[in-house]
Each structure stands twice: as C-alpha cells, then as structure tokens.
C-alpha cells in the first residue's frame, strides 16, 4: 500500500517536472514574466507551502535581488524592503547556496546564531518554516528559489528537496534563455537605433539592383520621401549617375566578396549629382550563391567639392603666375615694336607709303597692349587707381551703356539695395567686370531657346556678412563685411564640366569671331586682385547667376584731386638714369632720349646702377631716374630706397608691366615721391612725362 502511495506521488511528481518543463520549452521574451509566476504558483500549491520566490545574485555575487514571488491569499507578501539586500547580511545562506547545498529551515529555532539577519526576516515575514535551492545552470549559480510556510510550520522531505531540485533546474534555464533573449533584443534594439540615427547609409540590395532593406539616412540621401518609395527604385537607372557604372559595382564586388572605399558617383531624385564612398560585402547561401550586397554609403559630396575649389584655386593661380610672366615679357616687346615705329614716323611725312603701314602696325599694338591689359587683370597685376565708391553709383550710372551692349528684345533691369557701405575699388575696374558679365549673360540669353523662358537680365545689390561657417563651406573666402553685386540670366546655363573652365584664360563656349575667351577670366582676376570672391550658380538651360563678393571699407567717400593741364616741354639737357634689364628696350629708350637731348646712363639692374652712381659720385647730378621694378638682383624700388638715402631730393620714375595686388599706379605715385608709368609706353608718352616731372621742380 505505502508502495503504490510512493508509486502515484513519483508519477505526478514527473508529470508535475514535465508540464513545468513544457510551459518553457516555447515562449515569446513578452509572456516570460507570466509564465514565471505561474509556475511559482503551481510550485507552491504541489509542495503546499504559502509562498514562493526567486532571487538572483547581481554585483559578482555581492547582492540579492528578487525578481518573482507568489503568494496565497491573506499571506502577507515579501516585505519590499527585502527585495535587494547585500550578500554579506546573508552570509550563512548565501554560501550554502553557491555550495549547492539547499537550505531547509524547518523553524526558526533552528537556526544557527551566525544566520540572525535570515531569522529577523523570517520573524517580520511571519515566516515559520523555508527550503531554498540553488538555480545552477551550466554551472553557474544565478541564484536560488525559496518556498515559505507562514501559515505553520512544515518539515520539508526529501521528496520536496528532490522536487526543488528538478524544478530550479528548469526554471534556471528558462531564466537563462530569457536574459539571452533579452540581450538579444537589447543588442537589436541598439542596432536598430543605429540604423535608424546614422548619418551614413546601410543597405541591403538584391545583385539584379533593388533594395531590400535601407535606412532613413538613404530617403534623405537619394530625397525620396519614404523608404517604401525607395524600395521601388530601380537602382541602377534611379540611383546611378552613369548605369554602366552599377556593371562594374557588380564586377567588382563579386570578384573579392567585398569591397572598402569604393567611389561612386550616384544621383538624387532630382538627378544632382551624389559623390559616395561604399564599403560592402556580398551575402552567400549554403550553397555559396551571392543573394545580396550588404553595406554602408558615406556622402563625400561635400569634401569633393572644397576638394574640386581648392584645386581650382590652385590651378588659377598656377595659370594667373604663367599669363602675368607672359604679360611682363610682351609688354617690353610692344614697348620696343612701338618705340621704333615712332622713331620711324618722326623722320617720315604722312604723305609716305609706309606710313599708313605704320600707324596700322601702331594699331596693332593697341589691340595687343588690351589683350595683355586683360591678361594682367586675371593675373591680379593689373594696375589701379583705387577709389572708395558706392557700388550703385556705377550701377547707374553704367545702366544705359550697358543695355546697349545687349539685343533690344531682352528685358534688363536692376534691382539695388538702398544704403549699402562703400567699397574700394578701381572704378574701371568694375566697369570691366560689369560690361564682361553683362554681354557674357546677354550671348547666354541669345542661345536660349525654350520658349517658356523670358530673356531677362539682372543687376543686382546687397550686403551680407560672411560668418565662420561661410567659409569653412567656401575655401578662400574670409569671414567680415561685404558688398554682393550680381549679374543673373535667364540664359542657357552651363554643365559641370562648363563651370570647371569658365575662368580659364582663352575658354570660351562661343565661336572664335565672338570674343577672345578673356573675358571671365578678367572678371575674376580682378575680383581676387582686390581680395574678393566670386560664385557662379547654374544649371543647364536654367541661366546663371554670377555673385561677387566685394570687402566692403569703413573709409569715406575722397575727392579726386584736378591733374594739370599745361605742360611745357622744354629739352634742357637733364642727366637721366635708365635702368632696365632688357637690353633692346634699354637701348631704344635711352637713344630715343639722347635725340631729344637729354644725357642719358644705362644700367641692366639696380646693383650695377648704385655702383655706377657712387663710383662716378652722381647721385647729385641725376636730374631723373627711370627704373623698370622687376629686376634680377635688385628691383627699382629697392635701389630707389637705396638712392633716397644717398638724396633724398632725387627724382625717380618707376615703370613696370604688372604689379602684385598692392600696388596701384596711385600708390607708386604717391609713396615716397615716385612717379610712375605703365608699360607698354611710347616715347612720346615717356617724353611727356618726363618733362612734366622736371617742370614741376622747375
């Protein structure tokens, strides 16, 4: 009879052990807490005890915390105080418990004097008699299980002991799993933030060219308006700037099986242009199969344009050095060719037969000194008479001029933004960037031929102040005051590769018969010249929009001073020091001179001329000395510092064919007591302005 007792108890022992084990074979991470306390239930009523609960070490095993508990109706539940204590309050409990040894307290009484903390909470619990088992899995102590009787005291059998055992083996598992999960889910949760906040784009794409999966980074990349529309794309022909592009993506990331810092040129909805670096890798089957490219876009648009700015910058400034060597080296060859043209026409009647052929060859200089004068403009060594001046004024005043210069059917206006700062600029100066800009716009406005688009042409004014953050976007520009003058068309736009050259020296999209190609390179010459900046925004058959960028000046408006107008010129026979490193120019200069009477010495540098001057004591019977500034070993300004200091009365006469973006040919004038003229001169020019210099003194 006991054997058959025993027999029915072990059954529903097992199949107790089996359904506890079964709720937990299959669950969802939401349905763990129920399931837990559940199955805490079903623990207490089998062993018939009041309460049941689960703690788990936390800290290395330095605290308890209890995470489950159930309860019977009227028992008074785990004291909320108790729901996290130190290990060390239960030491005699807790190292059973990592022994794996359980606990059976059968009643208070019982226990030791070291387990005082364990018999205070069982007295406040009204606890009378408890069994804990450690939770061990894989062998691990996450924690132990206790069963509680309140209500009266229970001497818990080996049976019980046994039941526990099995039961926290199932639990620990299912605890276990659950933390994993949890984790899981946790790590997913993080990834998924990731994914959604990134600022790079993470794809999955099909190899034939859709999307399978894409973040929100791409939607705002590509400006598409949500991931669902993206889905949809066909990469390829939607995404790729070039199609054929996609071919040799495919290629390249099928034969390594991945691929790091792969440059790709793509396209927005818009079509604008996307420069992007891809890392990726191809996703295989069991098989091996290549189902998916996996990885992730970073948008280096932005760097490649500073990178494209930068580089142009340096290009034209490459090119300005070249066209402004150039310049100086023509400006003394047409200062020669018209020097003896005119030595050749003085001894000549107008009636001769050469000498219309002359005076065409003198023509032919002209056209050559303007073609070098705008090579010196791009090359930023034009000379200039600076002047502060309100932009408007030119405007206006320039207005009628310039609406000439276009064809009557295009509408032109300007719209001017009332009290601007003043500039300091050369007038001429931006006269040329006006007229260049406008006919340029005007031919862009001719060639337009959609119908939808009016012929319009627009000046406009404003002042803006340029912050750290303009120019951190724009390299070479620099953060103050400026004054924004703009010339926009309605015209037919350019293309990237357009706008690459546009400054260029002698590009030009028009026939050969329309201009020379200096035009825009002028402008911008200028505009760097005096430390501006200029922009270009355009489209093709969208028009154009060309922005600079001018400083703006604190100085007041100044009055020009009146030049004198009568000028005697009287030959007397003054000694005059020329200095000039090219030998034929010297030698025509200096000859010409001596026909007019004056008594000339040469010199092929500044060094050679301060030694002859001291070796044949001169420096107080020089009258005047003309000195080219660009010399090798000494330039004109130095050894006219040089001669100041020997007399500070001398004249000196400074000539050059360009000059760097400090000095104006007001500036030469004015400093120190120098004069100044511009190469190329003709000998009537130099004469003129040497008498007008020894008059003055005279």
């Not at 040089?642 to 400074?654: G, S, V, Y």
């Amino acid at each position: 009879m006991v054997t058959k007792k025993t027999e029915i108890k072990q059954q529903e022992t097992e199949q107790f052990l089996l359904s506890l084990s079964f709720r937990f074979i299959t669950f969802l991470p939401e349905e763990f807490e129920g399931a837990m306390t559940e199955s805490l239930a079903r623990i207490a009523e089998f062993i018939k005890v009041d309460r049941c609960y689960i703690y788990l070490f936390e800290d290395n095993n330095t605290r308890t915390n209890l995470i489950h508990s159930f309860e019977k109706n009227g028992i008074k539940p785990k004291i909320p105080q108790h729901d996290q204590v130190d290990s060390e309050d239960f030491s005699w409990l807790i190292n059973s418990i990592l022994s794996g040894t359980p606990v059976n307290i059968s009643s208070i009484e019982k226990l030791p004097a070291k387990a005082s903390t364990i018999r205070a909470i069982m007295q406040i619990e009204n606890t009378q008699s408890s069994l804990m088992a450690p939770l061990i899995f894989n062998n691990e102590c996450l924690g132990f299980i206790g069963l509680d009787a309140v209500q009266e005291k229970k001497s818990f059998s080996p049976e019980s002991e046994y039941l526990l055992k099995n039961c926290t083996a199932i639990l620990a598992r299912a605890i276990s799993q659950s933390n994993q999960l949890k984790s899981r889910e946790h790590i997913e949760q993080k990834f998924r933030t990731l994914f959604s906040e990134i600022d790079d784009v993470v794809f999955i794409t099909s190899p034939e060219g859709r999307f399978f999966e894409i973040n929100p980074a791409g939607v705002k990349l590509f400006g598409y308006l949500s991931i669902q529309e993206l889905l949809k794309v066909d990469i390829g022909r939607d995404i790729y700037f070039n199609p054929a592009d996609r071919e040799k993506f495919r290629k390249a990331i099928e034969e390594k099986g991945q691929i790091k810092d792969y440059e790709l040129i793509l396209k927005n909805k818009k079509g604008k242009k996307l420069v992007v670096m891809v890392t990726a890798s191809t996703l295989t089957d069991k098989d091996n199969n290549i189902i998916a490219y996996q990885g992730i876009l970073h948008d280096v648009t932005y760097r490649r344009q500073l990178e494209e700015q930068l580089f142009q910058a340096k290009k034209m400034e490459s090119i300005g050095l070249l066209a402004g060597g150039v310049a100086h080296d023509f400006n003394n060859i047409l200062t020669i060719i018209n020097g003896f043209a005119e030595i050749i026409m003085m001894d000549m009647d107008s009636s001769h037969k050469h000498y219309e052929d002359l005076e065409n060859l003198m023509k032919g200089v002209k056209r050559a000194e303007d073609l070098i004068r705008q090579l010196l403009a791009f090359s930023r060594k034009q000379m200039i008479e600076p002047k502060v001046i309100n932009i408007n004024t030119i405007v206006t005043e320039l207005f009628a001029m310039l609406n000439r210069l276009i064809s009557e059917d295009i509408q032109f206006e300007m719209e001017l933004k009332d009290n601007l700062s003043l500039i300091k600029a050369d007038p001429v100066q931006i006269q040329q960037i006006l007229v260049n800009l406008v006919v340029n716009a005007g031919r862009a406005v001719k060639d337009q031929k959609r119908k939808d688009k009016p012929k319009k042409i627009q000046i406009t004014t404003d002042e803006k102040i340029l912050d750290n953050e303009f120019t951190a976007r724009y390299p070479g520009s620099r953060p103050g005051k400026f004054i924004v003058f703009s010339v926009q068309d309605t015209g037919i736009g350019m293309d990237e590769e357009t706008k690459r050259h546009i400054f260029e020296p002698f590009f030009s999209t028009n026939k050969a018969e329309k201009g020379t190609g200096l035009g825009l390179a002028t402008v911008y010459g200028i505009v760097k010249q005096n430390e501006g900046n200029i922009y270009v925004k355009s489209e093709p058959g969208e028009g154009s929009i060309f922005k600079i960028y001018w400083p703006a000046t604190e100085e007041q408006t100044v009055t020009e001073s009146k030049t004198e107008s009568d000028v005697k010129f009287q030959t007397q026979s003054e000694n005059i020091l020329f200095v000039e490193d090219d030998i034929h120019l010297r030698s025509l200069m200096s000859n010409a001179l001596r026909q007019f009477g004056y008594q000339v010495v040469e010199a092929e540098d500044g060094v050679k001329a301060l030694e002859i001057v001291q070796r044949n004591s001169l420096i107080h019977k020089i009258d005047l000395v003309i000195s080219d500034i660009i010399m090798p070993e000494m330039g004109g300004e130095e050894l006219a510092a040089n001669l100041r200091q020997l007399n500070p009365e001398i004249k000196i006469l400074l000539s050059s064919g360009f000059t760097d973006s400090r000095i104006s040919s007001q500036d030469v004038n004015t400093r120190n007591g120098y004069y100044f003229i511009a190469k190329p001169y003709g000998i009537k020019k130099l004469e003129k302005c040497i008498r007008a210099i020894l008059n003055k003194s005279a």
